[in-house]
């Protein structure tokens, strides 16, 4: 199994697992934080950016 990696508005998304078990998994504010679907990750990393908050 290889985990594939993508960068979106700064954020590292990692792609884990393989079929119906993946997920997709990155840090924001500095705390490990998954989804089921690669649009619900950059959702959750869009909302904590238009909060005010841009990663360096």
């Known amino acids: 199994m290889k ?3 993508t960068l979106y508005r700064g954020h590292n998304i990692e792609r884990v697992g393989h079929g119906k078990r993946v997920t ?3 840090e924001i504010n500095e ?3 998954s989804a089921a679907t690669l649009t619900l990750a950059k ?3 869009d909302a904590w950016i ?3 908050v ?3």
Do not use: S, Y
Request: charge should be negative.
């Open 50 to 52: 238009d909060g005010g």
């Open 24 to 26: 997709f998994t990155t």
């Open 54 to 56: 841009e990663p360096e």
């Open 43 to 45: 959702a959750g990393i």
């Open 3 to 5: 985990n594939t990696a």
């Open 31 to 33: 705390k490990p934080w």
